[in-house]
Nanobody, 125 residues
Framework: QLQLVESGGGLVQPGGSLRLSCTAS????????IGWFRQAPGKEREGVSCISGSGSSTNYADSVKGRFTISRDNAKNTIYLEMNSLKVEDTATYYCAADWGYECTVIAVGAFGAWGQGTQVTVSS
């Protein structure tokens, strides 16, 4: 069964860092494009970042550019989202999603068919 599991969320002070992980089970992530999304209470789910199946292409929302970095380790079947200089407005539930062959030209919620259950990130002093 195809499954994605996010981890690494938590409570952090503004300016702090977290690294989220998205680990796949039931399939290997080779050639699968991965997206990170987030959803705050009362708001729509928004794209944060994505990485293509080959890892050669990445994309970031303007709100996180220069602060977040997406990477993949296919040997560990895991995608990472390194989040630095966190802000209160980064508080949300973060989800990873997968789509075979996704090229990551845009971070589109509707393009992804497999989703994880989410991990909570809270940025607060």
């Amino acid at each position: 069964q195809l499954q994605l599991v996010e981890s690494g969320g938590g409570l952090v002070q503004p300016g702090g860092s977290l690294r989220l992980s998205c680990t796949a089970s039931g399939f290997t992530l080779d050639n699968w494009g991965i997206g990170w999304f987030r959803q705050a209470p009362g708001k729509e789910r928004e794209g944060v970042s994505c990485i293509s199946g080959s890892g050669s292409s990445t994309n970031y929302a303007d709100s996180v550019k220069g602060r977040f970095t997406i990477s993949r380790d296919n040997a560990k079947n895991t995608i990472y989202l390194e989040m630095n200089s966190l802000k209160v407005e980064d508080t949300a539930t973060y989800y990873c999603a997968a789509d075979w062959g996704y090229e990551c030209t845009v971070i589109a919620v509707g393009a992804f068919g497999a989703w994880g259950q989410g991990t909570q990130v809270t940025v607060s002093s």
